[in-house]
């Protein structure tokens, strides 16, 4: 023990030498002869979009109109002390495209590292179609996109024969709006449809601290990894819905407010214990507290049932896990190796709040009952994997793996409505996993590559329900068994020193089986999915200063469900293409051109608009873009595209089509 609070004593002195150190360094540069690299390129770009705008943004994450700033900057110099300083970023505005990371380092001492990123994330804001409507589809006219970002500092201590420590803090945000597929309703005449759209606001923030510690003991490597998270978030949903007969409407707001502590330890040990044999050994622990609010007001309320305000605060949430695994790996003896794990894990979740409800129920008016709802869930499972591998046949490796899953599931519901209980319900979940895999790769020949795999996957869930006080939804399920299959096959060929092909097919079919409680109990295939996936590609290079590389994949899916037979519900079958080409081309020693070609169509649409919404999309999108760099001097290089954007869409009567041109301008230098 003395010894352990002796080497943590060590530890922390050299942490804070160290960092004085880097401040030391960064102040003073040395006064003998030291390197230094720099590199900068600014940027001006210019994006004329006719069509819609928010389309083209949320395709292309950049929006119209004038663009700049630097596209990359690097920065290398030694320092007194053997110090190196880096630095390397970029940054585009108007876009909030940022990028800055700054690193000290000193070999065999330490380093401090900070970072910071930033970009944004653009959402089109126009909601379903519906073609018999006299307004077939609607949009918000909003700006909508979403901030997204990082920002990081941790210092490390890389002392020889001392462990290595780490300590660290990072916040992660996200804020701005984004749009839903949660759409409104609208009504006209005797239809209604829900093809209004929603959208949302969202805060969010995350800080985390951290502490990271490895050490190799002999043959034994430790780590162990700490966690201190701080959470929350802020939502408002905005939903409305629309009469076009009566021209009034009827507005959802949701606003929604959560945030947490949370504990995380992560514990790792494994060995090479001979070269034949490896283990390893992990536990997570995690303890969760949290706490938030939910309020929804929908105005005017009422005469409808189906109108509601709520109002819960605060809604509690406790949550601890226990996570234990080990695993194994023997071989190879004889070209046969093993390998092998099992996993146990605990989860216990706890929930509870105090809430209003305000309802208008018919022939009563408005009612606002007070609630108290109580919710826990316990989750106890254990996870076994076996895998052999095999590999004594020439040029040739087999595998097969199996994983199975048990796991329990003891969920517990209720709500009491001054002081009377309205619902109460008691689960209990068995569910089994298993999934096998098996699979090989062989290269016969030298410029020939052969690879498959087949995969078995079968899940089974049965539902106990020992209380349940409203029957029907959600408690209707007793049983459902979900079966699925994958087949994957891959040949790759060089077939000559310049050619290189690949070609890779890809079965994935599932089916879903689900026995519900009707009188009397009825077991029905509620759901089957099939897909056929296609993909080819071939990169070429038939004269040393040229290379052309395309990929082309073709994906045929169908999905059905138990209620295909009605008439709001159809199947779904469809068919979506992809192509990706690059050509690249050394003009002279000093001009290098590149062109990129995307296109992708989709033609899976169906009408149903008598019975029900449209399904799938008929739509074509692609683009072009053609770059050309030219060094003026070994110090200056010159970097000029351009780029054609298109998108086409028949199944929503085009309002989301664009055509776009962006032309990029920028200069490098390096010294």
Not at 400 to 410: F, H, P, S, T, Y
């Amino acid at each position: 023990m003395n010894l352990l609070i002796k080497k943590t004593s060590i530890i922390f002195e050299l942490l804070g030498a160290m960092l004085l150190s880097v401040g030391l360094a960064y102040a003073q540069e040395n006064k003998e002869a030291s390197s230094l690299s720099f590199g900068l390129t600014p940027t001006l770009q210019y994006r004329y979009v006719d069509g819609d705008e928010n389309k083209f943004r949320e395709d292309q994450w950049i929006q119209d109109g004038w663009a700049g700033g630097v596209d990359d900057f690097y920065l290398k110099k030694s320092l007194k002390n053997e110090w190196i300083l880096q630095m390397k970023g970029h940054a585009i505005v108007p876009e909030e495209d940022y990028e800055f990371l700054l690193h000290l380092m000193k070999e065999n001492l330490g380093f401090f590292r900070a970072h910071f990123t930033e970009y944004r994330k653009y959402f089109d804001d126009t909601g379903g179609f519906f073609g018999p409507f006299s307004i077939p589809v609607f949009d918000l006219h909003k700006d909508m996109h979403l901030d997204i970002g990082e920002f990081s500092l941790e210092a490390g201590l890389t002392v020889p024969d001392l462990p290595r420590v780490v300590i660290g803090y990072e916040r992660q945000f996200k804020e701005g709006e984004k749009s839903l597929l949660e759409w409104g309703s609208v009504t006209e005449g005797s239809l209604t449809r829900n093809i209004f759209p929603s959208f949302e606001e969202i805060d969010e923030k995350e800080d985390v601290f951290r502490v990271d510690i490895d050490y190799s003991l002999g043959k034994v490597y430790l780590e162990d990894r700490f966690r201190y998270k701080q959470y929350k978030t802020h939502t408002k949903r905005f939903e409305e819905n629309q009469n076009l007969d009566t021209g009034t409407s009827e507005t959802v707001n949701i606003s929604e407010q959560y945030d947490h502590d949370a504990l995380y330890n992560t514990f790792h040990l494994d060995s090479h214990i001979t070269d034949t044999i490896y283990f390893s050994f992990g536990y997570l622990v995690n303890d969760l507290n949290g706490d938030g609010s939910f309020n929804m007001l929908t105005a005017p309320l009422g005469p409808d049932p189906f109108d509601k305000n709520w109002h819960a605060d605060p809604i509690e949430l406790d949550q601890q896990s226990h996570v234990l695994n080990l695993n194994s790996q023997f071989g190879p003896y004889h070209q046969l190796s093993f390998h092998g794990g099992v996993q146990a894990e605990v989860i216990d979740t706890e929930g509870n709040t105090h809430a209003i409800l305000t309802e208008t129920l018919p022939g009563q008016g408005p009612v606002s009952p007070e609630a108290r709802m109580r919710s826990r869930t316990d989750k106890n499972a254990f996870l076994e994997t076996v895998g052999v591998r095999y590999s004594g046949i020439p040029y040739t490796s087999l595998y097969a793996e199996g994983k199975w899953r048990q796991q329990d599931i003891d969920q517990y519901e209720k709500e009491v409505e001054d002081d009377i209980t309205v619902f109460e319900r008691l689960t209990d979940t068995d569910a089994d996993r298993q999934r096998y895999t098996f699979g090989f790769s062989s290269s016969p020949v030298r410029r020939l590559t052969f690879s498959g795999r087949y995969r078995l996957s079968d899940r089974e869930n049965d539902y106990d329900h020992k209380i349940d006080t409203e029957l029907g939804y959600s408690a209707f399920i007793d049983r459902q068994d979900l079966d699925s299959q994958e087949i994957q096959a891959k040949v790759t060929a060089r077939v000559i020193t310049a050619l290189k092909a690949s070609f890779q097919y890809e079965r994935v079919k599932t089916e879903i089986d689900t026995l519900s409680q009707t009188t009397p109990p009825s077991n029905v295939e509620s759901g089957d999915y099939l897909a056929d996936i296609y993909s080819v590609g071939v990169t070429a290079t038939p004269i040393s200063s040229l290379y052309l590389t395309g990929q082309f994949s073709y994906r045929d899916v169908k999905s059905e469900s138990f209620d295909n037979d009605s008439l709001s519900v159809t199947a779904y079958n469809g068919d979506v293409y992809a192509f990706l080409g690059t050509a690249g081309w050394a003009v002279t020693k000093k001009t290098h051109l590149t062109l990129e070609y995307l296109l992708s169509w989709a033609d899976n649409f169906q009408d149903n608009s008598e019975n029900g919404l449209p399904l799938g999309v008929n739509n074509t999108r692609y683009g072009i873009s053609l770059s050309c760099s030219h060094r003026l001097t070994d110090q200056i290089q010159a970097r000029l595209g351009y780029g054609f954007y298109k998108y086409d869409e028949e199944s929503n009567g085009g309002v989301d089509d664009y055509k776009a041109h962006v032309v990029r301008v920028g200069l490098e230098f390096t010294f």
